[in-house]
């Protein structure tokens, strides 16, 4: 029966998970809630917002009338979250740490604590939906498309999938806010979180400064000419327009184009820029993953699936085939723009989200030898 089933929500401060909690609590479940810590270094700092966050959590607790633990994983997201981050970084990747948080920590440590506390399910603010089969369950898409963030849980398992509920999934993110402001929760303007949650809202490049050692270099354009000098690779992704330090110079005597980074070179610790946003460099056709993670267990045929390789993206028509190991190659109907290696490549059979992998390469099919060089 629904009103003995316990139910561990992780409430972060936001409206988000807020309202996931009074909305478990109205069908009858027993709440408790837990506030996750996940980092500590200079957290006291005017970047990091975990302490405003955690007073605003336990003061949704109060007015919903739950418990409210506080538990500190900072430990556990350095080693399983952070070393790989600057690993990726230090490789010259650009890697995604909400997708590993959310597999490593949210639903790996937090899970596992939830249990111990005798909690048949957990539950979190996550704008995504679990449909269970006869088979087994699926991670579908959030209902409000603008919202959804099944991307970011494409490496959730059957196992996690079977003990997690997400109540937002089903409601558009304006129907939350007039919940929360009906409720009269303290939060319900809050504006919502963006970034990373160790870096907050200081400057990336400055963080990254204390952690990575960098070399800087020469920005070299597309015939080789230098340009400009960057400040070490790390701090670059594909497809970067700010923070280039070289203005409009004229391509072929034309308009001023904005530079973009197109690819790196670390054998010779270069940065290649191209003018322009549509230039054949950052546009690519095909893309190889590998570190597969599928949501079912197993990989999905060969065929034609929808993927995106970014968040916020739309679904992009692709053919789907796996690689021997763990990997998969797809081939786009439409060229992607700055298919970033370290990201996910992640994919859709319509509203079901099968899993994903982490992009290694991309470039076109049967492009000009010079496109690849």
């Known amino acids: 029966m629904a009103g003995k089933q316990r139910v561990v929500v992780g409430l972060s401060?936001?409206?988000?998970?807020?309202?996931?909690?009074?909305?478990?609590?109205?069908?009858?479940?027993?709440?408790?809630a837990i506030f996750m810590k996940n980092w500590e270094d200079d957290d006291d700092s005017e970047y990091c917002s975990s302490n405003v966050d955690f007073v605003d959590a336990a003061a949704v607790a109060d007015v919903i009338g739950i418990e409210l633990e506080h538990v500190n994983f900072a430990a556990e997201y350095k080693d399983r979250v952070f070393a790989e981050f600057l690993r990726e970084y230090q490789a010259g990747r650009t890697p995604n740490p909400d997708v590993l948080c959310n597999a490593e920590i949210k639903f790996k440590a937090f899970l596992d604590h939830a249990l111990?506390?005798?909690?048949?399910?957990?539950?979190?603010?996550h704008y995504a939906r679990v449909r269970e089969t006869g088979t087994g369950f699926q991670l579908?898409?959030?209902?409000?498309?603008?919202?959804?963030?099944?991307?970011?849980?494409h490496r959730l398992n059957q196992a996690q999938l079977a003990n997690t509920l997400f109540p937002v999934g089903e409601l558009k993110k304006t129907e939350v806010r007039r919940i929360a402001a009906e409720i009269g929760l303290p939060n319900a303007k809050k504006k919502d979180s963006t970034g990373i949650c160790f870096i907050g809202e200081r400057?990336?490049?400055?963080?990254?400064?204390?952690?990575?050692?960098?070399?800087?270099?020469p920005l070299l354009d597309e015939r080789?000419?230098?340009?400009?000098?960057?400040?070490?690779l790390s701090f670059y992704t594909l497809?970067?327009?700010?923070?280039?330090?070289?203005?409009?110079?004229q391509s072929g005597g034309g308009t001023h184009l904005p530079w973009y980074v197109a690819k790196k070179e670390p054998a010779r610790n270069a940065l290649r820029v191209v003018q322009g946003h549509d230039h054949p460099w950052l546009l690519a056709t095909h893309l190889q993953a590998d570190d597969c993670s599928w949501v079912a267990g197993v990989a999905p045929a060969a065929g034609p699936l929808a993927a995106k390789t970014r968040y916020r993206q739309t679904d992009a028509p692709c053919r789907y085939a796996p690689l021997a190991g763990n990997g998969f190659e797809l081939d786009f109907d439409a060229a992607q723009w700055a298919v970033t290696p370290g990201q996910s490549a992640v994919l859709y059979d319509g509203e079901v989200c099968l899993g994903?992998?982490?992009?290694a390469s991309s470039g076109n099919v049967a492009t000009p030898a010079e496109i690849r060089s």
């Open 224 to 232: 080789g000419r230098e340009v400009g000098r960057h400040v070490g």
């Open 203 to 217: 400057p990336f490049r400055d963080f990254l400064n204390r952690y990575l050692d960098h070399a800087p270099g």
């Open 356 to 359: 994903g992998g982490v992009i």
């Open 13 to 32: 401060g936001g409206v988000d998970s807020a309202v996931s909690a009074w909305l478990l609590k109205q069908q009858g479940f027993d709440v408790v």
């Open 140 to 153: 579908l898409k959030g209902l409000d498309p603008a919202k959804d963030q099944s991307y970011f849980l």
């Open 116 to 125: 111990r506390l005798g909690a048949q399910k957990i539950a979190t603010g």
């Open 239 to 249: 497809g970067q327009r700010q923070g280039l330090g070289i203005g409009g110079v």
